[in-house]
């Protein structure tokens, strides 16, 4: 097993090497006509299921908070994969994680030398986690209130916060506090809401399969909960949920990671190859919770509200799509 300091360092060099597979990969425009003629986001879940394998493979999946981590991976993928800058959206597909693309910007125009100067003095690492004022490791939006970690955001020092997301996964105790982080959220929605109304707001819930057989009463009031989250005038402006099947994979003995950081600076494409794919439960997501319906309502909130020559890659994709219809 990979152990509490390990884990997260191998489990981000998994991360990015996926990621940097899928973007050269499926290199396709995200959006795309269904069979009632309609405009519609699809999401790339072979990716996400690759990237809940990690935690599992590498042994840490409930007190080391990856799983949660691989779902912020694959919403920033998405986030890029419709078009918006990289640089923008956080976490990046790189270290620094969070970095203003202004302070991005800047070191790319330098001399090199001077560049690997700049670079080191704002990305300090400790285990691909930053240290540094000016490259947090991660986002700490102010609301209302108080300040809260928000999980994936589009933001620039020019315009503030355009999309803010925080996700919550639940793996274990349903019981006892799926329906508290939900009604949490409320509270939190409000607070970001209120300093600032016109980022697109939302909420991601990562529910596994395995409260079917713990508690299965349970998933209509959850899903019930969510969907009026999301209809709420002062709370987000979309909720998703998706639901990872964990309970095929979990019981498989974890990769010893003795070794692994080795075996992975030789080949890590064969050690990918090893992770288990977790399959997600399309089904069970409602389609006003559903994950392209998510993406879809964040997407054109973003666009709606900033001027028509701010995102043109964005625009330009979803522009193609409903020309070809």
Avoid: C
Avoid at 22 to 30: G, K, L, Q, V
Avoid at 130 to 142: D, E, F, M, N, Y
Avoid at 226 to 250: R, T, W
């Amino acid at each position: 097993m990979a152990g509490d300091d390990d884990g997260p360092k191998l489990a981000w060099a998994l991360f990015d090497t996926i990621i940097a597979q899928s973007e050269r990969d499926r290199r396709t425009n995200p959006w795309a006509t269904d069979n009632n003629d309609e405009l519609r986001y699809q999401p790339d879940f072979e990716t996400l299921s690759v990237l809940l394998g990690v935690p599992i493979f590498l042994g840490s999946v409930s007190q080391s908070g990856l799983l949660a981590i691989a779902v912020d991976v694959w919403i920033s993928y998405e986030l890029r994969r419709a078009g918006f800058h990289p640089d923008a959206v956080w976490p990046r597909a790189t270290t620094p994680r969070v970095l203003p693309r202004s302070l991005a910007l800047f070191a790319e125009r330098i001399p090199v030398q001077l560049r690997d100067q700049v670079v080191a003095r704002y990305d300090h690492q400790n285990g691909n986690i930053s240290k540094s004022v000016a490259a947090p490791a991660t986002a700490r939006i102010l609301g209302k209130n108080y300040v809260k970690q928000v999980d994936v955001v589009i933001s620039d020092w020019s315009t503030g916060p355009e999309l803010l997301i925080s996700t919550k996964r639940m793996d274990a105790s349903y019981s006892n506090n799926a329906l508290n982080r939900v009604e949490e959220s409320y509270g939190d929605a409000k607070n970001l809401r209120l300093r600032h109304p016109l980022a697109a707001l939302g909420f991601v819930f990562a529910l596994s399969s395995g409260i079917y057989t713990k508690n299965r009463n349970l998933v209509p009031k959850l899903k019930d909960l969510l969907s009026k989250l999301g209809q709420e005038d002062d709370a987000y402006h979309a909720v998703m949920l998706v639901m990872p099947d964990y309970v095929s994979v979990m019981a498989e003995q974890p990769t010893d990671a003795v070794g692994l950081a080795a075996e992975m600076r030789e080949n890590i494409d064969a050690v990918i190859a090893r992770i288990p794919v977790v399959g997600i439960l399309l089904d069970e997501s409602p389609h006003d919770i559903a994950p392209a319906t998510f993406f879809e309502k964040m997407i054109v909130r973003v666009l709606n509200n900033t001027p028509v020559d701010f995102h043109e890659p964005a625009r330009a994709l979803r522009n193609t799509a409903a020309k070809a219809k």
